[in-house]
């Protein structure tokens, strides 16, 4: 999971102040696991090397420092708040984020055992050598948690989605997770489904015109829009909201609970308060409706990769026969 809370904020922060990533970066207060899982998008930012003053013993004189991170909202980066000559955007942000774990993907080529572990059907398939083809599927990422908020009928769900038409894959992150693995799996995809969670941050690492479709608490749209439906239009996703069904939400509750919303407990309630013991069921004839209506819109966005991808082929093959043929004419 990409932690916008920290990250795009420090992305805004160097563009602002430091563009030509001439910076040092001190950390504090922050666990080893966190500053591990993030170590390359770190070493993105600057050309210096990250310093963790919690561990730190030498002493550091700077002529100046800034403390703290400009931020512009929650998983927002605003063109319109920068006082700078190139303003960026989310866009932005998600190009950076490409740039950092592409890098890698040599050195990443087959997922290894500890994402295996976390997906329940087996690993997708290295990227063809024409990503455009037309040939497969699309590839749908149903992103599930273990625990709290996990959908109980996910096999169930998985096939319906198989039915439909989409190439589906159950990724169940963790803590360990590599994000490069995550990002290479979600870069080759072309739409993604989760519970309404801190997880759905993961949408940065979609191409713009895949689709998100946010499976959001019962008669709560809107909070899902105000989290992450405006982040999802702002990276230019196909954004679908499925509002979850009280009886599809109330299932691992004990007694006194399902009693006490029975008693008429708002649903925004029932997810605010219980939200730790939820365990969502789907209504596999709802959702199929809404699998539907994503798998269309798959489809146009692969048939616009594929005529985007056999564009830029036929040029670089064009170029290619003309520069052989100048090559061959000049002396």
Not at 88 to 110: C, E, I, P, Q
Not at 188 to 205: C, D, E, I, K, R
């Amino acid at each position: 999971m990409i932690s916008t809370r920290t990250l795009s904020p420090l992305f805004i922060t160097v563009d602002s102040f430091f563009p030509n990533r001439d910076i040092i970066i001190g950390i504090f207060n922050c666990s080893d696991g966190w500053l591990d899982h993030y170590t390359d998008l770190l070493s993105s930012y600057t050309r210096h090397r990250i310093i963790n003053l919690d561990e730190e013993t030498a002493i550091h004189c700077f002529p100046s420092m800034i403390v703290g991170l400009i931020s512009h909202g929650s998983s927002i980066v605003d063109p319109t708040l920068q006082r700078v000559p190139h303003p960026k955007t989310l866009h932005d942000f998600r190009s950076f984020l490409a740039s950092t774990y592409s890098r890698s993907h040599a050195s990443h080529t087959a997922i290894s055992n500890e994402t295996k572990s976390n997906l329940h059907s087996p690993p997708p398939p290295a990227p063809p050598t024409l990503p455009w083809t037309l040939k497969g599927r699309p590839r749908l990422v149903f992103l599930n948690r273990n625990g709290a908020r996990g959908i109980l009928n996910i096999d169930e769900v998985r096939q319906a989605a198989e039915d439909v038409g989409f190439d589906t894959v159950v990724f169940e992150p963790t803590k360990e997770t590599s994000l490069h693995e995550a990002f290479r799996l979600l870069d080759s995809s072309h739409a993604m489904a989760g519970v309404h969670g801190a997880g759905l941050t993961n949408m940065l690492f979609l191409r713009p015109g895949s689709v998100l479709i946010q499976l959001a608490p019962a008669e709560c749209d809107w909070l899902g829009s105000l989290f992450y439906g405006k982040m999802a239009v702002r990276l230019g996703l196909e954004y679908i909201v499925y509002n979850i069904g009280e009886e599809e939400s109330i299932l691992g509750l004990d007694k006194a609970t399902r009693e006490r919303l029975a008693r008429g407990v708002t649903p925004l309630e029932n997810w605010v308060v219980n939200k730790n013991q939820l365990r969502i069921k789907l209504d596999l004839v709802r959702v199929k409706r809404y699998l539907k209506r994503a798998y269309k819109k798959a489809k146009i966005f692969m048939h616009k990769e594929s005529l985007k991808g056999k564009y830029y082929f036929n040029m670089r093959q064009k170029f290619h026969i003309v520069g052989r043929k100048f090559k061959i004419g000049s002396k």
